[in-house]
């Protein structure tokens, strides 16, 4: 496992369990679009490490693999955890305090306290009082932030994304799904010309690409496939035989 990346052990979960991408979308509630990214070891959708981990947790529940040791694995491929603050260094003082022996009780300052007490209450009576001494009103201080846990390690809050960001970053992706009729030879770039998949999908096999701004397809077979583009099925995209290139954009496929 620790040779693979983690979205690579996600994905080979995934097919063992039997599972489409539709199907663990539907039992995470993890869009299909970042369980495609997820797979491909992009995690730039996610909104942060926080986010990233409860994904990862939650898709490795549904297909059956251990959740803590997939995010051990997470943080180990891409940095680990921010290194936790002892509690000993945070409320370490600077001088040393002496600590006053425990002995006999201080009756002297007993005493002295009662007697301020008898003072207070004679000088509010002789004013005119009602014998009861004044007391502040207290008001609760109701703090809007998370309770802290005493000696709990400080960590920065994780960024949201508003749902602006989110929109705007899921309509710059394109995801087409190639199935495969007979054995055909395919090569799958993105719109940077980054080779995501060049090699034969072999017959009733189907794959899925999802990348930013665009794709890029070499059939070799056009007749030999199926595509279905951000969702829409567009049937086989030549004849059989036939050697076709097509380029495809996150909205309306733009065949070329």
């Not at 979308?25 to 299909?32: A, F, G, L, N, P």
């Not at 936790?84 to 201080?106: C, D, H, I, M, Y």
């Not at 960001?165 to 309509?171: A, E, G, K, L, R």
């Not at 969702?231 to 996150?250: F, H, I, Q």
């Amino acid at each position: 496992m620790n040779e693979q990346t983690i979205g690579t052990v996600l994905a080979e979960a995934r097919h063992a369990a039997g599972l489409t991408v539709a199907q663990l979308s539907d039992v995470t509630k993890i869009r299909e679009a970042l369980l495609y990214a997820i797979e491909r070891d992009d995690f730039s959708l996610c909104g942060g490490d926080f986010y990233i981990r409860g994904h990862i947790k939650a898709i490795s529940k549904a297909v059956g693999l251990d959740p803590e040791a997939m995010v051990h694995l997470y943080n180990e491929q891409h940095g680990g955890l921010p290194r936790p603050v002892k509690a000993a260094t945070v409320f370490q003082s600077s001088k040393g305090v002496k600590l006053r022996e425990r002995g006999s009780p201080n009756w002297t300052m007993a005493l002295g306290v009662a007697l301020a007490i008898v003072v207070v209450f004679g000088v509010v009576k002789v004013m005119g009082g009602t014998g009861q001494i004044p007391t502040a009103e207290i008001t609760p201080v109701s703090s809007s932030g998370p309770t802290v846990p005493p000696n709990a390690p400080i960590r920065p809050a994780p960024a949201r994304r508003t749902a602006a960001q989110s929109t705007q970053n899921d309509s710059d992706l394109v995801v087409v799904k190639v199935k495969a009729n007979r054995s055909s030879y395919i090569n799958v770039r993105d719109s940077e010309g980054k080779r995501l998949f060049a090699g034969t999908l072999r017959a009733g096999s189907s794959d899925t690409w999802t990348a930013k701004a665009g794709l890029n397809l070499v059939l070799r077979d056009a007749g030999a496939v199926s595509l279905q583009v951000n969702g829409r099925n567009l049937g086989t995209p030549g004849a059989s035989g036939e050697l076709v290139r097509r380029s495809y954009g996150p909205a309306t496929p733009r065949p070329r």
